[in-house]
């Protein structure tokens, strides 16, 4: 385990969301990405909790946005070092984004994210 600072770990989340292609970044809509320091039951190192895009045509007028959370504590729990810290963010935060787009684990797990 590693603790990386909350201040260092939300960078590595910014840098992750950055690395985003600009095509994708473009398409999403209504969303925000908090970090959350407690580990949730349950080994979830990431959740998107909202409407993807997919299924937006049922939306609605005033949605509050779509939320993707990042847990640092568990993301620090699962790395030795740094470097498996940011990868793990990158992963994470891939995984969640693809939610958003209307991606299942099963095919994210198809396609090495999951």
Not at 26 to 52: I, S
Not at 88 to 105: K, L, M, N, R, Y
Request: proline fraction near 6%; hydrophobic fraction near 40%; charged fraction near 30%.
């Amino acid at each position: 385990m590693i603790d990386v600072p909350p201040e260092r770990f939300a960078d590595l989340v910014a840098e992750a969301l950055d690395g985003i292609p600009e095509e994708l970044g473009d398409l999403m809509d209504n969303v925000a990405v908090f970090v959350d320091d407690d580990r949730p039951p349950g080994g979830l190192l990431g959740l998107y909790e909202g409407v993807p895009l997919t299924k937006r045509e049922a939306y609605g007028g005033l949605a509050l946005p779509d939320r993707i959370t990042i847990y640092r504590r568990a993301i620090c729990a699962a790395s030795n070092s740094e470097d498996e810290v940011r990868r793990q963010v990158q992963v994470t935060v891939v995984h969640e984004v693809a939610h958003h787009f209307g991606i299942s684990d099963a095919r994210l797990e198809e396609l090495g994210w999951g």
